[in-house]
């Protein structure tokens, strides 16, 4: 499933097809940008958006303030996959 495409969007995220069997092993792919598992976004968020954003993927000269929409963004799509695995596997551990 993808969250976001190049086409509307400084991101291409999807649901990646080869995840694991359990909700930990679920993975959230940002291309260019790395992958993460449920988990590892389940635990800290914050620090996977700063693993992307040391890649510095997006930058091309943008101001303070759109580079920050941009990342903010991310973690939206990044929520919305913890949203959706949580659906998926309901009967998992929180």
Known sequence: ??????????WYTYWHCDSGPTRDEQIFQVCLGGYFSYKELKEDL?????RVMEKDIIS?????????????????????????VEKSFPDSKV
């Open 1 to 10: 499933m993808s969250y976001s495409r190049w086409v509307d969007s400084k």
């Open 46 to 50: 914050e620090e996977c958006l700063c």
């Open 60 to 84: 091309d000269k943008l101001s303070d303030n759109k580079y920050c929409q941009y990342f903010m963004e991310l973690g939206f799509y990044m929520l919305m996959f913890i949203d959706d």
